[in-house]
């Protein structure tokens, strides 16, 4: 048997709503959407697009500024709660669903943080230790390769010629 590839696409990008979801839909492949609230505050049209996307899709927390989470962590306890926990249930109440998924902003985290994660209710943790093999992945959060421009059928390419478990 072959692993799993599950897309995930982070920052709640507008074009998601424009290519990427009906791109997916007409291929019929799933993907998790890992938004930020702060980034959808001016433009509320984007949460009814969130709510009506077909159900092969997922939204999933990714804060509510994508702060550094590290770094509010050790500095900021009120707003590491409010980023962590409450952007958890704005967005569940915002787009009628349960959010049990969880991006680390810019991949910074630690065992503590992840703990907090699972106490806020979120059952997948992903980060960006894209290094990482799957073979090696922690069990409570998942590392994945990170597919940017300005090649990114390339990118892919490489990914899986690099490892063949994720074929």
């Known amino acids: ?5 599950v897309l995930t ?3 709640g990008y507008f074009a998601i709503f424009d290519i990427v979801v009906p791109e997916l839909s007409i291929r019929r492949y799933g993907a998790t ?3 930020y609230l702060q980034k959808y505050d001016k433009t509320p049209w984007a949460f009814d697009k969130l709510t009506t996307m077909p159900d092969i899709f997922e939204v999933g927390s990714h804060s509510f500024s994508h702060a550094d989470m590290l770094k509010l962590y050790k500095t900021d306890s009120k707003n590491f709660y409010r980023e962590i926990f409450l952007s ?3 967005l569940e109440y915002l787009v009628g669903k349960q959010v049990v998924s969880w991006a680390w902003p810019y991949g910074y985290y ?3 943080m992840e703990s907090m994660a699972k106490k806020a209710g979120y059952t997948i943790q992903v980060n960006t230790e894209y290094k990482t093999t799957a073979n090696e992945l922690p069990k409570s959060s998942f590392s994945r390769f990170t597919v940017m421009n300005p090649d990114p059928v390339n990118q892919v390419k490489e990914i899986l010629k690099k490892n063949p478990f994720h074929r």
Do not use: R
């Open 1 to 5: 048997d072959k692993p799993p590839l």
């Open 9 to 11: 696409f982070d920052d």
């Open 33 to 35: 959407f890992f938004v």
């Open 88 to 90: 958890k249930k704005k």
């Open 110 to 112: 630690n065992k503590d």
